[in-house]
């Protein structure tokens, strides 16, 4: 699958971020299985535990319009380097995709990672556990 739009989208909202504190600026965009596309960006709090990352901001924002089925997301931070997802984000891709979900790790437009749920978190808790 072709996922420059979603890459765009990811740098584009990582500009938004509010990062006062860190000054790492971290944006994403997910694709639903409706084809809608939803972006976030890492807002941080004095408080820090109330900081969200941009991950979570975009799978909330999809969620909160109707949308719950997660086909891929792309994450961009640091553009020296990959930013993947933190643990907390790895466990919500998990509650809203699935194996087929591809998590796109970003590095500048033309250098990115494409990955499998499997591959950043190995043995996921999910809903599935919880129904067993």
């Keep these: 699958m072709e996922y420059r739009e979603l890459i765009r989208e990811a740098l584009k909202y990582r500009e938004n971020a509010y990062v006062p504190y860190s000054r790492f600026k971290v944006g994403a965009a997910v ?5 809608k596309v939803y972006g ?3 807002v941080e709090n004095a408080s820090f535990g109330a900081t969200n990352c941009a991950e ?3 799978i909330f924002k999809a969620v909160s319009e109707g949308n719950k089925k997660l086909k891929a997301i792309a994450v961009v931070g640091d553009t020296s380097t ?8 790895r466990q919500v891709i998990a ?28 043995g996921a808790f999910t809903k599935e556990d919880i129904n067993k």
Aim: charged share 30%; net charge negative; hydrophobic share 30%.
């Design 56 to 58: 979570r901001t975009a």
């Design 95 to 122: 509650e809203f995709g699935d194996e087929n979900t591809d998590i796109i790790i970003i590095k500048n437009e033309n250098d990115y990672k494409i990955k499998k749920l499997e591959d950043i978190l190995p």
């Design 31 to 35: 694709i639903m299985d409706d084809n």
């Design 82 to 89: 990959y930013t993947a997802p933190c643990g907390i984000c």
């Design 40 to 42: 976030g960006c890492n």
